[in-house]
């Protein structure tokens, strides 16, 4: 997830397209946008988790709760996005 390779291209809002849902709400700009350093730090992180590396020692019972947390509520939030974007994809066109 970096500006760089998104391909909304409307992360202020400006151009009047709501492509961001968040638990159900549209949102009219680029969540990262927003995002605090620590939470950015947590999107890397939970990068790594998919790719089978964790952050401390042991397995996933030996990280810590607001980790284990993060790798939740952010998988939840790509869930619903690729979900929405599915949906968009096999609705007909015509």
Do not use: W
């Not at 968040?22 to 730090?41: K, L, R, T, Y």
């Not at 998919?50 to 042991?58: D, E, I, R």
């Not at 690729?82 to 066109?93: C, G, I, L, M, V």
Request: charged share 25%; with cysteine; glycine share 10%.
């Amino acid at each position: 997830m970096s500006c760089e390779t998104c391909r909304h291209q409307d992360c202020d809002g400006s151009k009047g397209f709501s492509r961001f849902v968040m638990q159900g709400e549209h949102i009219p700009f680029c969540p990262i946008s927003v995002a605090n350093p620590e939470i950015i730090i947590m999107i890397g992180a939970y990068n790594h988790y998919k790719n089978g590396y964790l952050p401390g020692p042991g397995g996933i019972y030996d990280q810590t709760a607001k980790f284990m947390r993060a790798v939740d509520v952010i998988g939840n939030v790509i869930h619903q996005h690729d979900e929405a974007e599915r949906k968009k994809q096999d609705k007909p066109r015509g």
